[in-house]
């Protein structure tokens, strides 16, 4: 398949390894981003083919095991409301509240719906005029275009039972945090893709200067993430603190300005709270003013949220790259996907649940 | 003056499922007649008793039941109504046994169009004639509309287990090879595709279909077949773990060896599905000791849905219970059983 075997090919994927083999002369340490990139290492083995001397460390861009069970507790009380449709990605209806999660809202008879877009929940608004539609809108910068593009849509042709449930943040935000706190040992990064798609790479550019670490946009088959990984040790062996696009069919250094008019003309920078890891300042994105009447926390009374977290869940070190998931000591004992402790065990893009799906024993 | 003589005469030409339809009256009768007895009439049904009383041969009887909600009931490659045929059939015999008689019950919703029901009862009966397998007794209940969704049909199925065959999920032995009749996943993302809010240019067909006649000659080529199963919901993955999990032995398969249509797996790349946990309607997972693999390829190759049947691993003494992927990296991964929904009512 175009576009695809390519990038898998065992034959090229071995020779980068061999390059790599040959470029490291000492110990890195190099965090992927993105949890899709997390899945991808994990489940081709690339770990398992590394030299011992590259270690890979899992980042927190996770959307679903980063949103604040403060958000999923709202979005099981919207959910639960009569009149409401509440309309969420698919990963999001497994992921564990206080107590319970959506699925449970469902069979207690709340109307959720899984959808493939925003745009689809619009739809499902425009067609239940005398229904509160209410999209979770969770993501990072790749998902903030079309979260954007249903409120713009809906403030467009009036439709005003629609809304969305705003947890959206920023990735530069989150490296920074991880890059000064004092336990960091992350060297260099693979910088998202998908993020990168949107958003350019320029943005990196001062972080990479200011942490003095390099940045590679990388993509998520194996040969993409080999070869990211082939360039970050490259330019840390060179003790090169540069940005380099190793996404070049899909990042451009703008990115895509299209995309990211709309989110600007939508949403404004805030500061958000990442589950397991705490407030980041500037990390998040919420709407702007001028969409108020789309904004659930506003349209909705929210407020008297309690939250409770298990106490042996340890997914904000995993997220920070502090911890593997296989040495917390909750792993596959009381945390399993069947009875998640933290997102991290639950979304497909989750470290802990890429652990316990490809790598756990007899390895 | 003129008296109007003519009183309020009851509907009786509807053309969607009214609650009378299953109340046993007049309109009852009418359902069968107008669309069971047309499709489905055999000499057990024509005596319209309560029950089918037959004749069976002396041994084992295998008995199977399921029950098919699948949305939407009408999809590229196939209906519910085969589904429902070919599911039970392909349960019977992939045991080992030759199916012989199916029941079928129908749960229909209130509004559901008598039209599309015809063409459901029409596409069981022409499954029925292919797999060879009569429906011999049956049953219609109606409920309000929102209580189902259009029609939901339970098929149970009566088997003869063959003389000589021992297959069972735990007779597998270490050294046993695993052969896969065809490429994976393909029922599975042909509902997936056709769903509302989905919108794919190409159409991807199920592969719904009867394998009691290729298992038949498999069974009589290779008697000593271990294990057989239809690998449906959850996939390949799903029926590989309860067959290593059922005989306590571990499985290695090659992630190159899987077959995987091109419009499948473009289908689930965008998805992000493994395919791997994708249901089959017409593909069988076989077990085999090593020496006889060869063999039963080759009956396999002769049916029209065996054409792609390929040997994806062997049965292990180590990690009993799990399978283990090769991939094409040549590391090795775990493939797991998948976690609850992922494509809803798909069978």
Redesign the interface.
Known sequence: MKFIDEYRDPKLALAILEEIRRKTTRAWTIMEICGGQTHSIIRNGIDQLLPDAITLVHGPGCPVCVTPLETIERALLLAGMPGVIFASFGDMLRVPGSSKDLFCVRSEGGDVRFVFSPLDALQIARDNPHKEVVFLAVGFETTAPANAMAVYQAKRERIGNFSLLVSQVLVPPAMRAILSSPGNKVEGFLAAGHVCAVMGYEEYEPVAKEYHVPVVPTGFEPVDLLAGILKTVELLEDDRAEVFNRYGRVVSREGNLAARRIVDSVFMVSDRQWRGIGLIPGSGLVLREEYAAWDAEKKFDLAHITVSESPLCMSGSVLQGVLKPDACPAFGRECNPQHPLGATMVSSEGACAAYYNYHRNPF | MTIELSCPVPISNHETVQMAHGAGGRLSQDLMRRIFMPHLHNIFLDLLDDQAKLELPHGRVAFTTDTYVVSPIFFPGGTIGELAVNGTVNDLAAGGAIPKYLSAGFVLEEGFSLPELDRVVQSMAEAARKAGVQIVTGDTKVVEKGQCDKVFINTSGIGIVREGVAVSCRNLQPGDAVILSGSVGDHGMAIMTSRE??SFQSRISSDCAALNGMIADMLDAVPSIHAMRDPTRGGVAATLNELALSSSVGIAIDETAIPVR?DV??AC?L??IDPMHVANEGKLVVVVPASDAERVLEVMHLSEHGRGAVRIGMVVC??PG?V?MR????????V?LP???QLPRIC
């Open positions: 809010g989905l091109p797996r473009g790349e998805l992000g180590d990690h799990m283990i991939t094409a990296l040549g590391t090795r991964r775990i797991d976690l609850g929904e």
